[in-house]
């Protein structure tokens, strides 16, 4: 008798990097029995390419994770070993913060709260075959069998494999089939994927080279501090636990130099030479595309930055590369500060399969498949950010699908998270997606500082966050309204005291008393700097001054806002049939017919947002809609 | 309904018809009224007014009278599209129409799309189940033809230079967010200033095209047509033919006319509007020197000219003065008095200008079908549909160039108040999508597009 190893879950998570890992604590949070596989243990968490978390936009995604009860946020804040909130001058919606993380502390941070999370089990395993029941739009997941045949059942899996589907790493004409850091890939599943018809695309992207920190002349190169007030990426984290000592990095320049090396070898690059069939990111190019792209340029920046506190390997930024070995050797020492620059790891450019995300509901379940759900990199996203959002909300739905709860769908007026699905859902997208503040219509509104105040109740109701935590926010909705009113009413006079801070502060003097949120709305002042002139100024819970702040000073454009939003929600709350039959729809344009039989939209809101999908459709489908209600009654 | 938003529309076709419709409907429809509508009795409480009423007043830009009319107050569901409606019955005619379409769109409403009020109709359950699918194919085909009107609309230089500030725009606004998604590696020093001025000179740009659309441009308003000729030539009898009107004052004394009269015409589907000018001579009179200088000036301005020479009298000076003004410009002689005696024959006008001559008599009434003939096939080769969903998108144009002027002039203020440079993009956006409207065209990806098309992203 054939005998192999059986196992009962409820959700299996295959992979373990930022989604992988956001999504098994979420569903094993929820209670829900769960088993994450990963080709390698030792690899939980890992940041295969930047040492950072964070960034524009990026940074709001953390938030946000962190907002509705995920990990990423917590763990970086016990990992970082530099932070920056960035672009502070140039208005609150596109703050962001990055922080440096140190890489195996990072990984070994996350892996622990993994191994210590009730209802979740780790297994070291390459997965190999997605097991399911019925054909056709019926088909539902069983489980999962791995590369040695254990069955592992379960009602729901979650795919979140990254960049390790049928990967291979290349620069210049060597080519391993690898997964990132020369890791196992995993060749199996996708044949197993096909099988069941779901439709799988080939990505690229890359990576720089790591360098010897003993061999760098730093002498030649600026440093980059990190701020001297660190502001913590949860909400959850005591500010005074973060004001740690800081490393620096360090900018540099290619030049002209760089360049030529750079462009005499270009028939030697992968990328150029036609070895790459992936389709690589446009705002992640590698130092030879930027060199034939912005030819004008005669120096592009580098940012060399630390790996981690107990590793002399640092990140090469901005140099991703695929040219030959002694190409980048060359090409790195034409730096300066680089001239005797020792190569750990080369740079290389991974391909990978993924899929084109249109085939998924914006629950992340794919729509062919009943209990199959996927996030990350493999539904062509890029970023660790991206990742952990994704992974976040395919492991709140998968718990909520076994629940038989309605799943959560976050749309693009609550979060970044909901533009990055709904994005990546509906449009057609031909390049690994990098969320960006300009990709978000309404990001006034989607602001770093108020995740919590937009999700945590969204958290609370899924069930991730603590009772304390939710009767913390509601508190802190109340002051920052009672604030705002106080400010409002407070009369500040033309007294010496007032009229010497607006001296300090370059602002004009008063002719006569005005209130204190007049003052608060010049772009010199602000509420913490008018506080001498708040004698009754209460004290408050921590966040409440820059909201309120915020809000007093930008209120015309936040009201602007909210009322784009309560346009776009009218659309966005007609929800649309997931069984509807297009066909059946008289007058729609073919080309309408065809793409809405695609991505199968969940709303009307969605649906207008489809490519090729015009405004006279949406009207046509309005009425359609109208007339079936008719009928029905 | 709260549900929509409010939009109007002529709902008649906008030519020289007696009476022309204009239907306003949505929660805000009475405001729209209010803002605009001076009742005759100046005490009437106008939002008051119960439904099914009718109210005899003006239609009032600001201080100006555009048109008397009567209002119709619907309030819903007991209207046409369930919504609160009001109808503007105005006289008919297409600059009337248009100018208080203009002003309504000012007030708070928007240009309706095609089918809109059918489509409302239906979604709000006034029209029967059976019709639904008319409505939508009504709101394809109409959609169809609004896009072909629309675009056939624009000259193609209009288009061009729409084009042209559209992309400045999303050039700035690619290089802000560039800048904001990538502060390390892209700064944004100095940049508010330059911002202002290229902001500033597109809005001028903007300006320009609204103006010229106030002007009187052949799409908006006829085809800016003026009158020329010596005094007593028939210039104003000929007018008064066209007009089938006494609307000139026709006498024997020459210069009878001493400034300009304008007048709208329509020729079938074709509309004109007439200046009639002050006879061109020298003369001693202070008040008909000016007439024939304006005379002068609205002949460099127009579409076309109507040159009225009498051909009982022999070519002199002021003839070929006129002969010169219509140099490069679109023109037909006209020999009038062709009853009397002749002392010009078209042959010897031909061989003094390239363009047509004909024979009229506007005292006999002789030659004007010809001359309407002529009038079409110098302006129009072949059909042109001129229909309402044309004049439609008109004041849809006007709305969109407006909103973008507005949307630019925020930036500008934004810029003044020193607002961080996030808040730059709110407008600036706007701004590209309301000359977008104007083309047919969406945001869409063109944003991203740019931003890695034109601008190094580090990583």
Known sequence: ?633 | MKEFETIAAAATAMSSSGIGIIRISGEDAFSVMEKIFRPHNRNKNMAGQPSYTVHYGTIVDGEEVLDEVLVLLMRGPHSYTAEDTVEIDCHGGRLVMQRILDLVMRSGARPAEPGEFTKRAFLNGRIDLSQAEAVMDLIQSRNKMALKSSVSQLQGSVRQQIEKLRSRILYETAFLEAALDDPEHISLDGYAEKLYKTVEEIGGEIEKLLKSSENGRILREGIKTVILGKPNAGKSSLLNVLLGEERAIVTEIEGTTRDVLEEQLQLGDLSLSLLDTAGIRSTEDIVEQIGVERAKKQAEDADLILYVADSSRPLDESDEEILDLLKGKKALVLLNKSDLESAITPQMMEKRTNHKVLLISAKEEQGIRELEEEIRSLFFQGELDFNDEVLITNVRHKTALQRAKESLSMVMDSIQNGMPEDFYTIDLTDAYQALGTILGEEMGEDLINEIFGKFCMGK
Not at chain 1, 526 to 549: C, S, T, W
Not at chain 1, 595 to 607: E, I, N, R, T, Y
Request: proline letters at 4%; charged letters at 25%; a neutral charge.
């Open chain 1, 1 to 633: 008798m054939n005998t192999v190893y059986k196992e009962t879950c409820q959700a299996v998570v295959v992979g373990a990097g930022h989604a992988g890992c956001e999504a098994a604590l979420a569903c094993a949070r929820l209670g829900i029995e769960t088993v994450m596989f990963t080709v390698s243990v030792d690899s939980i968490a890992l940041m295969p390419c930047n040492p950072n978390i964070g960034g524009t936009s990026k940074g709001h995604l953390v938030r946000e994770i962190d907002a509705l009860g995920g990990e990423m946020g917590k763990n970086i804040d016990k990992t970082f070993i530099q932070s920056k909130m960035l672009n502070v001058s140039k208005g609150p919606a596109v703050h962001s913060l990055r922080a440096q993380a140190d890489k195996s502390e990072y990984s070994r941070s996350m892996r622990r709260v993994l191994e210590n999370t009730d209802h979740l089990s780790i297994v070291q395993a390459e997965v190999a075959e997605i097991l399911t029941e019925g054909s056709g739009e019926n088909r539902i997941v069983k489980g999962v069998k791995t590369a040695s045949g254990a069955i592992y059942e379960a009602q729901a899996v979650i795919l979140c494999t990254g960049t390790y589907l049928r990967a291979r790493c290349i620069y210049g004409d060597v080519s391993t089939y690898t997964g990132p850091n020369g890791l196992q890939a995993a060749n199996h599943l996708t044949d197993s994927l096909k099988k069941l018809g779901i439709e799988m695309y080939r990505f690229k992207t890359g990576t720089p080279a790591r360098i010897d920190r003993r061999s760098i002349d730093f002498s030649k190169m600026e440093e980059q501090f990190g701020d001297e007030k660190v502001v913590p990426f949860s909400f959850t984290t005591d500010p005074d636990t973060v004001q740690i000592p800081q490393v620096s990095c360090w900018l540099t320049y290619t030049n002209e130099k760089t360049h030529e090396i750079i462009r005499n070898n270009l028939d030697r690059s992968p990328l150029y030479s036609g070895m790459i069939e992936g389709t690589g990111p446009r705002y992640c190019p590698s130092i030879e595309d930027k060199v034939v792209r912005f030819a004008d340029k005669n120096r592009h920046q580098v940012f060399i930055e630390p790996e981690g506190l107990y590793t002399n390997e640092m990140y090469v930024g901005g140099m991703s590369s695929s040219l030959p070995e002694d190409v980048q050797h060359a090409m790195y020492s034409s730096v300066a500060g680089l001239e005797h620059v020792k190569i750990v790891r080369n740079a290389y450019a991974i391909e990978y399969d993924c899929i084109d995300a249109r085939q998924l509901y914006a629950s992340l379940e794919f729509k062919k498949i009943h209990g199959l759900f996927s996030g990350g990199q493999f539904n062509g996203s890029s970023g660790y950010e991206e990742a952990a959002a994704q992974g976040l909300i395919a492991g709140i739905n998968a718990a909520r699908m076994i629940q038989k709860k309605d799943p959560l769908i976050l749309d693009r007026s609550q979060a970044y998270i909901g533009v990055l699905i709904d994005d990546l859902v509906t449009k057609e997208n031909r390049e690994p997606y990098r969320m960006m503040t300009s990709r978000s219509e309404y990001r006034l509104l989607l602001r770093q500082d108020n995740a919590d105040l937009r999700l945590t109740k969204i958290g609370y109701e899924m069930g991730l966050i603590s009772e304390e935590r939710y009767q913390e926010l509601l508190e802190k909705e109340r002051q920052i309204e009672k604030e705002i009113k106080r400010v409002e009413k407070v009369f500040v006079g033309t007294s010496e005291e007032v009229q010497e801070l607006l001296e300090k502060y370059e602002s004009t003097p008063l002719h006569s008393g005005i209130s204190l949120a007049e003052l608060i709305r010049r772009p010199e002042l602000n509420y913490e700097i008018l506080e001498p002139l708040d004698p009754d100024r209460p004290r408050l819970l921590r966040g409440v001054a820059e909201q309120v702040n915020i809000h007093i000073k930008y209120d015309g454009y936040i009201r602007r806002q909210q009322k784009q939003v309560e346009q776009f929600q009218k659309l966005e709350y007609k929800k649309l049939p997931e069984n509807l039959d297009y066909d059946e729809i008289p007058s729609l344009r073919t080309e309408a017919r065809q793409k809405l039989k695609m991505v199968k939209p969940l709303s009307v809101g969605q649906a207008s947002r489809i490519s090729g999908v015009s405004p006279a459709d949406i009207s046509v489908l309005l009425v359609w809609l109208e007339q079936r209600k008719g009928r029905k009654n």
